[in-house]
Nanobody, 122 residues
Framework: QGQLVESGGGLVQAGGSLRLSCVAS????????MSWFRQAPGKAREFVAGIRWSGGSTYYADSVKGRFIISGDNAKNTVNLQMNSLNPEDTAVYYC???????????????WGKGTLVTVSS
């Protein structure tokens, strides 16, 4: 079964930047699109950004629009998240996810990574 592995998390000061990456390993699969989600301590997991491979459309949560950029490579099932102007409210575990069938990239994903922790200090 395919797996997703995130990397790039860490500790950064407010105003700084980080770049997260996600790579599919194991048995390869074709995806409709991929997304990033995050879960802050004591809060529910939330959608952050998504990319639909056909046409390359991207989608962002209002809270990160203008600061985060999602990109990726469909053939390699890889997706990146460039995070700029980070603030303490961005502190969370960030998860990569892939959707096999057409549909929303904000829920109902088929494959998930285990997450990578991003901590933004004030």
């Amino acid at each position: 079964q395919g797996q997703l592995v995130e990397s790039g998390g860490g500790l950064v000061q407010a105003g700084g930047s980080l770049r997260l990456s996600c790579v599919a390993s194991g048995r390869t699969f074709s995806s409709y699109g991929m997304s990033w989600f995050r879960q802050a301590p004591g809060k529910a997991r939330e959608f952050v950004a998504g990319i639909r491979w056909s046409g390359g459309s991207t989608y962002y949560a209002d809270s990160v629009k203008g600061r985060f950029i999602i990109s990726g490579d469909n053939a390699k099932n890889t997706v990146n998240l460039q995070m700029n102007s980070l603030n303490p409210e961005d502190t969370a575990v960030y998860y990569c996810a892939a959707r096999v069938r057409p549909g929303s990239l904000t829920y109902g994903m088929d494959y998930w990574g285990k997450g990578t922790l991003v901590t933004v200090s004030s």
